[in-house]
């Protein structure tokens, strides 16, 4: 049974994915994971692909240990496997909490890389592995700092694991998105007081248009895929210019 697994998968850029892959109709089933129980399952009546909701809490250790059961009975071939799952909170060091500090860390880099050590015994040659890292990764985002500081782990882990992966021919791509506009994400982010650290996101992108160029350089078996001009052009800047002249810029913008 040729599979893809989705986290993430109940919203936003995840949900978007499951709907790619739907329409490709080369998967005998897709397993969709987030908590909310009943988006997945209306998903689920949405695809043509048989979808198996996998309602889990990937903030809690013990629920990849239920995703190891699950791939333990079914055996499949997972042909494609998805980290979306994540969230970030805006604000200062002292603003956001200790446990949304500790939450930032356990899902956008424990649980991405638990969820794929576990699958990865069941990736043949020619599977693809996608880990949904942001161009936060690319340099230090004082009033972000711990989600960046975090996709700058997903970064690091998922461009070392390629090469781990080169001879068993399993591609791993870092997918490193500019702002979303149209997801969960941004509201969630955002402390709700009035003057928030960050209370633009100018040129934000569309998450139809990120999941697909996503998709496609996924595909093509490419190491980092900047989905979009913003995330393509901060890459090539983040490179040249010092993090400190970065950062002095991030200030100004984040305030426009
Ligand atoms: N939007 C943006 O500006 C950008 C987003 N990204 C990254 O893209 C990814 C997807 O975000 P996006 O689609 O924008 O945002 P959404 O908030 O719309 O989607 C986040 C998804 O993660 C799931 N999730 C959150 N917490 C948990 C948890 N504890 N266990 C399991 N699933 C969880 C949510 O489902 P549920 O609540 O049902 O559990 C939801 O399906 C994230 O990794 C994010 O960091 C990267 C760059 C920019
Ligand atoms: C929220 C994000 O990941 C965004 N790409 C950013 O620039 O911080």
């Given amino acids: 049974m040729n599979i893809a697994i989705v986290t993430g998968a109940s919203s936003g850029i995840g949900r978007e994915f499951v709907r790619l892959l739907d329409a ?3 998967y005998d089933a897709i ?13 689920a009546k949405q695809s043509e692909t048989p979808v198996l909701a996998v309602p889990l809490d990937l903030g809690e250790k013990q629920s990849v240990r239920k995703l190891a ?66 161009t936060a990764a690319f340099q230090p985002f004082p009033y972000l700092n711990v ?6 782990f ?20 870092a997918v490193c998105p500019y702002w979303i506009k149209d997801t969960e994400f941004i509201g969630r982010a955002k402390s709700g007081k009035k003057k928030s650290e960050i209370r633009s996101f100018p040129f934000a992108s569309r998450q139809k248009a990120v999941a697909r160029r996503a998709m496609r350089d996924t ?8 989905p979009g001009f913003m995330c393509s052009i901060h890459r090539v800047i983040a490179k040249i210019i010092p993090s400190e002249i970065m950062m002095g810029f991030w200030a100004a913008l984040r305030r426009l």
């Fill in 154 to 173: 997903l970064y690091r882990y998922s461009r070392a694991l390629r090469v781990e992966l080169f001879l068993r021919r399993i591609s791993v791509t």
């Fill in 69 to 134: 059961e699950y791939l333990k009975k079914e055996n499949p071939n997972v042909r494609m496997l998805i980290n979306a799952a994540g969230y970030g909170k805006i604000g200062s060091y002292k603003e956001v909490s200790l446990e949304d500090t500790e939450g930032m860390i356990d899902l956008n880099c424990r649980a991405a890389v638990a969820v794929t050590q576990t699958v990865l015994p069941y990736m043949k040659k020619g599977s693809h592995i996608m880990q949904i890292c942001s």
């Fill in 31 to 43: 397993w969709v994971i987030a908590r909310r129980k009943e988006r997945l399952l209306e998903l």
């Fill in 147 to 152: 989600y960046a500081a975090s996709k700058a």
């Fill in 24 to 26: 490709q109709k080369k």
């Fill in 219 to 226: 595909r093509l078996g490419m190491a980092v895929s900047t």
